[in-house]
């Protein structure tokens, strides 16, 4: 295959990768016998054929249930998308030897055919690694995204009530990640205080000490609705940044770290910068541990 699609000599040349649980090289083959790679696919749909939200639903149908094969036939280790130009950027984690890339090919092929995708392209992916704290923190920040990825998927397709709106289930996943991955409230409210600051929010403004609101309408059906999605994936991260940080091995602490998995986390969910005001501002709320203390407001003009 040409264009950027694997050929015998990415096999040969497939990159060194970091054993997440001891550290060490295995030199692009595993354990197992496969040489994994990531494979980027950008994808543009035709929006002059079909609306934007058709297309991504044509191209999600069709492509995760063959995510799931892949994944059964041991082609496929994780798979994660975002929202990004020109339309969506689809990501594998794969083994080289396998036949996914043709096979997606193929997909995406079938899918242009049928007026759903205009266009598509490999692109090389060039992970934010210190963004996610190093090299081994990216590993397990990957498998939250993979997880992350499968449960937006089950939430938009599913038959059965969706457990309320976007925004009410982002504000339950987000609360119970950033729970599992910092212990103290205090540190909790900081997370929240740092993704504040990513979307431009005055310090003022984050410091200011508000009551805690009421519970949306669709609260608890977002939280219970979160629970069944992600299982695991939010304790999984949590101990393994623990044990990358007791071990000398995270580069950034998860309060730095934690904010850019939410922006990641919002992306897929295609939350609007209001939904995602509308999100920060009861979280600094109920976690502040400023509320009830004297002195929070400074005095101006003091020397």
């Not at 949590?238 to 940080?245: D, H, T, Y």
């Not at 730095?256 to 295609?270: D, E, I, K, S, T």
């Not at 005001?277 to 976690?287: I, R, S, T, V």
């Amino acid at each position: 295959m040409t264009g950027g699609w694997w050929t015998s000599a990415d096999m040969a040349s497939a990159p060194s990768s970091v054993c997440p649980s001891c550290g060490s090289r295995t030199h692009g083959r595993p354990r197992e016998g496969r040489r994994w790679r990531w494979l980027q696919v950008n994808v543009e749909f035709d929006k002059q054929r079909h609306p934007p939200m058709a297309c991504a639903q044509q191209l999600f149908a069709r492509l995760m249930p063959q995510v799931e094969a892949w994944r059964r036939a041991g082609a496929l280790r994780l798979f994660s998308f975002l929202r990004k130009p020109p339309d969506s950027r689809l990501r594998f984690q794969a083994d080289t030897g396998s036949p996914l890339a043709v096979e997606l090919r193929a997909l995406l092929d079938g899918l242009r055919e049928a007026g759903f995708v205009r266009a598509f392209h490999v692109a090389p992916y060039t992970p934010e690694t210190f963004q996610f704290g190093g090299p081994w923190a990216l590993h397990l920040v990957h498998r939250w995204f993979d997880a992350d990825s499968v449960a937006w998927w089950r939430w938009v397709s599913s038959s059965s009530p969706h457990g309320g709106s976007p925004r009410a289930l982002c504000a339950a996943v987000g609360e119970a990640l950033v729970s599992a991955c910092v212990g103290p409230r205090e540190e909790v409210w900081d997370v929240w205080c740092n993704l504040a600051r990513l979307h431009g929010m005055p310090d003022a403004r984050i410091l200011a000490v508000r009551e805690a609101p009421c519970a949306a309408p669709d609260a608890e059906a977002g939280v219970a609705h979160a629970a069944r999605l992600y299982g695991d994936a939010h304790r999984e991260l949590g101990a393994g940044l623990a044990r990358l940080g007791r071990t000398g091995r995270l580069a950034c602490g998860e309060r730095a770290l934690l904010p850019f998995v939410l922006l990641f986390h919002w992306n897929r969910y295609g939350l609007s910068l209001d939904d995602r005001a509308a999100l920060l501002a009861p979280m600094l709320a109920k976690y502040s541990p400023k509320r009830g203390l004297v002195g929070v407001t400074p005095t101006r003009g003091e020397p």
